[in-house]
């Protein structure tokens, strides 16, 4: 029987965490912010929305949202990101993808100033991730390896072995493993013999987008296995891409979904706001 990393639990020890910090900074004048823009009607983007305001204000950060309609053209949309860069009390932007077809995703992210671009996608903090000196982690990313390292758990010597490769998470994913020592493989749709490759992982984190996709024969005993998978079945229910079923039976550790990587993004969004606020201060 595998060990449940509790994303829930450890999220809220990490907010009451931030909590405590944003608390001191108030009492210093300073009062995080966070900017999140919204462009259209997506209704899925206005409850992550939602929730991301509502995570603000129970630890005590600023927040604002920005809707704008479906048809806002991309000089407008780039023309508000401008003024919230030079907005004092704003320290992080966030805009919510997707975009309309009409607006140019890069050009968008660019656009967004490097000290407030909390989600640690534009080319200069990715850069930094890479060369070990970034203020911000990318949230999902950054969310997994608080998971392992408040679970007792370091990548120091382990092999690790990554599905998945995009932007968003298996490549930064990879990337932070590595700096914690771990010797890391990155599987994509092309990898030859998937399950040979993933019997190796001592640390296995699954990031495709197809449910169940992991099976039990896929993972060696005791392996520790992060499930980033966020599927909705046909039934309305949220479900992983690792079969939770099979796998728990064999893994060490397992995070469940929902309940498990799910929590932490929106808390890493907070830490990198707060991080954001406090580099202010510095300079
Ligand atoms: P993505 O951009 O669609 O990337 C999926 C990756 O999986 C690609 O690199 C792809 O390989 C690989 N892949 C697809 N089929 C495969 C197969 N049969 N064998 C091996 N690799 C395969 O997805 P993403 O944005 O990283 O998201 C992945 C999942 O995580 C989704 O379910 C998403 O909803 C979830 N997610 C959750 C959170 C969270 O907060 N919990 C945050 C972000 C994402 P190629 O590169 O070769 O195409």
């Not at 493993?177 to 984190?205: M, P, Q, Y």
């Amino acid at each position: 029987m595998a060990k449940i990393i509790d994303g829930k639990k450890i999220s809220a020890q990490i907010r009451a965490e931030i909590a405590e910090e944003v608390a001191a900074l108030k009492s210093e004048g300073v009062t995080p912010g966070l900017a999140v823009i919204i462009v259209g009607d997506n209704l899925a983007s206005k409850v992550y929305v939602r929730n991301k305001g509502k995570a603000c204000a129970e630890v005590g950060i600023y927040s604002e949202i920005i809707e704008m309609a479906q048809d806002t053209s991309q000089e407008q949309l780039l023309d508000k990101i401008e003024e919230l860069n030079l907005r004092d009390e704003i320290h992080g932007i966030l805009v919510q993808l997707p975009l309309p077809k009409q607006i140019d995703e890069k050009a968008v992210i660019a656009a967004i100033s490097p000290e407030k671009d909390v989600d640690a996608f534009c080319a200069e903090n990715v850069g930094k991730i890479m060369l070990g000196t970034a203020s911000f982690l990318p949230c999902t990313p950054a969310g997994i390896m608080q998971l392992l390292s408040r679970s007792g758990i370091s990548p120091e010597g382990k092999e690790c072995v990554v599905i998945g490769r995009s932007n968003i998470v298996g490549k930064p994913i990879s990337q932070l493993l590595l700096a914690e020592n771990g010797t890391v493989t990155i599987c994509h749709s092309k990898t030859k013999n998937l399950a040979e490759v993933t019997k190796r992982a001592d640390i296995l984190v699954v990031a495709i987008g197809r449910a169940d996709f992991v099976t039990g024969d896929m993972v060696k005993e005791g392996a520790v296995v992060i499930d980033v998978g966020m599927n909705r079945r046909d039934d309305g229910k949220l479900t992983g891409d690792v079969d939770f079923n099979s796998v728990e039976p064999r893994a060490g550790y397992i995070t469940p979904v929902p309940g498990g990587v799910g929590p932490m993004t929106i808390t890493m969004l907070l830490q990198n706001t707060l991080t954001a606020a406090k580099n202010r201060i510095k300079k």
